[in-house]
């Protein structure tokens, strides 16, 4: 990597992010959340924020980096909006 280089990266695949990424910024409600290192932005209690408790923070087994684990997107309050919400194909 040259030095004085960045590359920009939209995602919402913060797994991803967190294994390649030095720095990131989570957006919420038009603005900045928070931004910084991977274990320094992927809180439980940052993400809570954005995700609506839908997601766990655990620590990465092989490189200790932190990765999210979804729990239940079906319980956001927003989850209506989603084009698969009447699905029932998904249940288990």
């Known amino acids: 990597v040259d030095e004085g280089y960045g590359v920009g990266l939209v995602t919402h ?8 990424c030095h720095r990131l910024v989570v ?3 038009g603005g900045i959340l928070v931004e910084g290192s991977p274990s320094a932005v992927m809180k439980q209690e940052v993400l809570d924020k954005v995700y609506a408790d839908t997601l766990m923070v655990k620590e990465h087994p092989s490189n200790g980096l932190p990765m999210v684990i979804l729990t239940n997107a079906r319980a956001r309050p927003d989850s209506h909006s989603h084009p698969r919400s009447g699905d029932d194909s998904c249940k288990t």
């Open 27 to 29: 957006l919420n409600e």
């Open 13 to 20: 695949d913060l797994n991803l992010a967190a294994q390649f």
